[in-house]
T-cell receptor
């Protein structure tokens, strides 16, 4: 089992470019999450998906969109990247009715 | 709004020097409190879940405890391999996809 897999691991973008971060899990999790982690700010929730076909905004959704393609995959899209979106992005899966999240290794994004 | 405050921000210990990390929280109804370990360049790794005041859990040199307002992560006789950032998170008692709110973490360094 790979757990939670994120691609790409590293990406450099120019301001205004778009890109999609991919996340796939093989742990049969119903819920999936996207967080960003910045120095001194901790992990902040961008979007989450309680189940296949549903998505909801988290604490910092502006500038992002998500797609829950199927039970396994949950992607995060930046339509027009800004330097403020330079961060480390983590995808996580969660078992139904259990609290712990299982995280991927992260995607490190730099926007110039 | 859920709030999680961790202290200290950073802690340097000598090998064998026991100490505790603190996590203070404010949540309308606690479903669970979680401790994670994060190594540099990696995703957070789940350690413990605590559900009610008075509960304790142990794993090797780590013991987590919970009161109605805070949680402690006690580290007994730490080793250099315990060096990492330790994250605390709370989950509110609401909904089926219960998102976690994280603190900013305590960076622990254990030296020989």
């Amino acid at each position: 089992n790979a757990g939670v897999t994120q691609t790409p691991k590293f990406q450099v973008l120019k301001t205004g470019q778009s890109m999609t971060l991919q996340c796939a899990q093989d742990m049969n999790h119903n819920s999936m999450y996207w967080y960003r982690q910045d120095p001194g700010m901790g992990l902040r929730l961008i979007y989450y998906s309680a189940s296949e076909g549903t998505t909801d905004k988290g604490e910092v959704p502006n500038g992002y969109n998500v797609s829950r393609l199927n039970k396994r995959e949950f992607s995060l899209r930046l339509e027009s990247a800004a330097p403020s979106q330079t961060s480390v992005y983590f995808c996580a899966g969660q078992r139904e009715y259990a609290g712990e999240l299982f995280f991927g290794e992260g995607s490190r994004l730099t926007v110039l | 709004e859920d709030q999680v405050t961790q202290s200290p921000e950073a802690l340097r210990l000598q090998e064998g020097e026991s100490s505790s990390l603190n996590c203070s929280y404010t949540v309308s109804g606690l479903r669970g409190l979680f401790w994670y370990r994060q190594d540099p360049g990696k995703g957070p790794e789940f350690l413990f879940t605590l559900y009610s005041a008075g509960e304790e859990k142990e794993k090797e040199r780590l013991k987590a405890t919970l009161t109605k307002k805070e949680s402690f992560l006690h580290i007994t006789a730490p080793k250099p391999e315990d060096s990492a950032t330790y994250l605390c998170a709370v989950q509110e008692r609401a909904g089926t996809a219960s998102k976690l709110t994280f603190g900013t973490g305590t960076r622990l360094q254990v030296t020989l």
